[in-house]
């Protein structure tokens, strides 16, 4: 799917089966299907059958049911104060949350402590499953589910998955769950675009000891050569250096310092905390606290 941005229009890109493509208009397409075969807004669907069962009682698709005082600031690049973007894509960039629910949302992908089923019933355990079977690659390399990004083997045959998601001006946001583990991180912000994403890559190094292979292609387009083993034992290389890809050696792939990076995430403005969603932690992790960002797209 594709389309102009001056018009807003979703148009066919590539004869249908043809290859993979990313497109926000192609996930409009799904939204319009649920509304038909419902007879409900989106919205209202989403928040009757999704988000009220995970216990997201702070989410929702509708501006108007959001509690203004809640809203996060936004903040250009720049750190400057920016104005507030209302986007008329409901599914792909409209979702109002909180990091306690988006982490309600990522549990959901395991089983809970107190018995619950993973899906929690909105999905059944096999289709939470299927989220993390290849779908499409890049390069060469898996890198998509179903509506799932790849970041990672988890060393248990499957991967540690997620999303990322932004929009102009400054609103970033990225949310991984580790099937191996059970554990999962959360990082809603404005105003440093490329943070959540350099975060969530020092976690998944941190909880894989393997470099995520989706920030790698983001900073370097390409591997140094096609039989670049990005997660063998050596790692992925470098397509600028040669030098091994690990998140601090890699010119062209580097990510902050964050010490220690567990205990960090981003809130409105400065504010750096980190929120767990389940009760296991790598040997040695402390605790983060809650997040309390109030907007998330």
Do not use: K
């Not at 208009?25 to 989403?46: C, H, I, K, S, W």
């Not at 959001?66 to 809203?71: F, N, R």
């Not at 034992?233 to 091994?244: A, I, N």
């Amino acid at each position: 799917m594709g389309g102009r941005l001056s018009d807003g229009i979703v148009r066919v890109g590539q004869p249908p089966g043809a290859g993979w493509r990313y497109s926000d208009g192609g996930f409009t397409l799904p939204q319009l299907v649920v509304e038909e075969v419902t007879g409900q807004g989106f919205a209202d669907y989403m928040r009757d059958h999704v988000l009220r069962p995970l216990g997201m009682r702070n989410s929702d698709f509708a501006l108007e049911d959001v509690d203004a005082g809640y809203l996060a600031l936004s903040y250009d690049g720049e750190g400057a104060a920016a104005p507030f973007r209302h986007y008329t894509a409901l599914v792909a960039a409209s979702l109002y949350s909180t990091a306690d629910d988006m982490a309600r949302f990522v549990a959901a992908h395991h089983s809970g402590q107190n018995g619950e089923p993973v899906g929690r019933e909105v999905l059944r355990p096999e289709t939470v499953i299927a989220m993390r079977v290849i779908e499409a690659r890049r390069f060469g390399l898996p890198i998509w589910g179903l509506g799932t990004i790849l970041y990672a083997p988890d060393g248990q045959g499957s991967f540690v998955i997620g999303h990322e998601g932004g929009n102009a001006p400054a609103v970033t946001t990225t949310a991984r769950f580790n099937p191996a583990t059970g554990d999962g991180i959360v990082v809603l912000q404005t105003g440093r675009p490329e943070l959540p994403a350099r975060i969530g890559a020092e976690w998944v190094r941190w909880q894989t000891g393997r470099s995520d292979i989706v920030v790698l292609i983001r900073r370097t387009g390409r591997f140094s050569s096609p039989a670049a083993r990005p997660w063998g034992p050596s790692g992925p290389r470098c397509g600028t250096s040669g030098m091994p890809a690990r998140l601090g050696s890699c010119p062209r792939a580097t990510t902050p310092s964050c010490s220690p990076v567990w205990d960090s995430g981003v809130l409105t403005g400065e504010a750096r905390r980190r929120r767990r969603v389940s009760g296991r932690s790598p040997a040695g992790a402390p605790r983060g606290g809650p997040l309390r960002t109030r907007r998330s797209h």
